[in-house]
């Protein structure tokens, strides 16, 4: 994957070169070049308002675990009390106990897939969220520090530490988010 990223990189700077007038400047001197680095993972990890959007997810997610737990254990008991009825009913009233049980636990399991897929369409949604908040203000820095491209941490091998604006970019998204 890391590889990947770098033959991508790689062609990125190469077909830049091709196309963009500014990114080869005036008798192959590259001084009006300025690239930055931004490691995006660290800012979803670090601004403020990524966090609290986390906190809010997590308390959501808790609460359905709570719901699907509680749902559980109503199943189990009453799993339990068919076990301890079983003898005294007849076997008409256990077959419906016996359906009426796989009713729940069928419904316990819809809910359950339900919630995951509900909570994976909202992890997406989030992070689209987040990332194209974070992008615009890479892009109001990168257009302050006059610089021709930044760059995703990840996908580069090594850099110069100098060329990192990620703290930047975190002050500046947590300033906007107040």
Sequence with gaps: MKRC???????????LSLVC????????NVSSLK????????????????KEAQ??????????RDTLSAKGKAVQTMEEELKKQSSKLSA??????????????????????????EFRRKV???????IGEIREVVNEIRQEEKCTLILEKNTLISY????????????????KKK
Aim: hydrophobic share 45%; charged share 35%; glycine share 4%.
């Design 5 to 15: 990223g770098l033959i991508l990189t790689m062609f990125l700077f190469f077909l």
């Design 21 to 28: 007038p500014s990114f080869a400047a005036q008798d192959g």
């Design 35 to 50: 690239i930055g680095v931004v490691d995006l993972q660290k800012v979803m990890q670090t601004a403020k308002a990524a």
């Design 55 to 64: 906190v809010a997810f997590d308390k959501e997610l808790q609460t359905a």
């Design 92 to 117: 008409k009233k256990r077959k419906e106990k016996e359906e009426q049980i796989a009713k729940a636990a069928r419904e316990l399991k819809r809910l359950d897939s339900d919630m995951g897929e």
């Design 124 to 130: 997406s949604d989030i992070n689209q969220k987040l």
């Design 160 to 175: 110069d530490q100098t060329l990192d604006v990620t703290d930047k970019v975190i002050q500046r998204y947590d300033a």
